[in-house]
């Protein structure tokens, strides 16, 4: 297993997130250690509800470790180390052998439009990825969006995925996302749906103007071998 367990232990717990009036909450403290989390539905990943090692707080866990495609990604990923020294995450990240994305959709938010959704996560290891964050948008047919961090190369991006084919809308550079500790990751849709803003950690990073209005599910996404903790997830639509 190329996590171990005492990493977990190593996720500190931060300052406490705020919600805004009126969101709609899970912290998964009605959920059951060991056991597939109730409050999402999970179509593609390894998810159950554990703990961060620190305490008995139950979080949603996503174990990458468990993707059986790890064996030829890291085939690829170890020949793109050779040829790419350093930058060799960006030249792997969209390649068919890494097109693998665990997803946990809420099972509270059946539609969403716009508003503001945030995610309290601790991405704690990931040979290949380390990459999670929120996905939206998410259609009857796998179509979807999301705003994911990433803790090597610390950047963020925006994903669209048509046909289940993945376009990249908006890389950010120079996000400080360190491993093994906790993160708040807001996506807002605002102007009828049209305009994207993420955030890390309460500071703006990335803005994008859409082509469609976002009208369907939400949840939390990871990619590949990414290993990471969920402590909470929250949804605060606008008004009518």
Do not use: C
């Given at each position: ?31 059951k ?25 139950p ?86 969006m ?11 991006k ?5 046909q ?18 906790w ?5 807002t ?16 990073y990335l ?34």
């Open positions: 297993m190329r996590v171990f367990l005492s990493v977990l232990a190593f996720v500190v717990l931060g300052v406490a997130p705020v919600h805004a009036q009126g969101a709609i909450v899970e912290d998964f403290t009605e959920e250690l060991g056991s597939a989390p109730t409050s999402f539905n999970t179509p593609t990943g390894f998810w159950s509800i554990g703990t961060n090692g620190s305490d008995s707080k979080v949603l866990f996503e174990d990458g470790t468990q993707w059986q495609g790890s064996q030829t990604a890291n085939t690829l990923a170890n020949q793109a180390r050779a040829l790419y020294g350093d930058r060799w995450a960006e030249f792997i990240d969209d390649l068919p052998g890494t097109a693998y994305f665990p997803i946990a959709l809420f099972n509270k938010v059946t539609s969403f439009s716009g508003g503001t959704i945030t995610t309290r996560l601790a991405i704690a290891g990931g040979d290949i990825d380390q990459d999670a964050g929120i996905a939206f948008n998410y259609q009857p047919n796998g179509d979807m999301a705003l994911r961090v990433e803790s090597q190369e610390n950047n963020m925006l994903y669209q995925w048509v289940g084919q993945p376009t990249s809308l908006s890389l950010i550079e120079n996000v400080p996302l360190a491993l093994a500790r993160h708040d990751v807001s996506v849709v605002s102007n009828g749906g049209t305009h994207v803003t993420g955030m890390l950690d309460g500071q703006k803005e994008a103007d859409l082509d469609t209005p976002v009208n369907g599910q939400v949840g939390v996404w990871s990619k590949t071998d990414t290993v990471v903790l969920f402590d909470s997830f929250t949804v605060a639509t606008d008004a009518p």
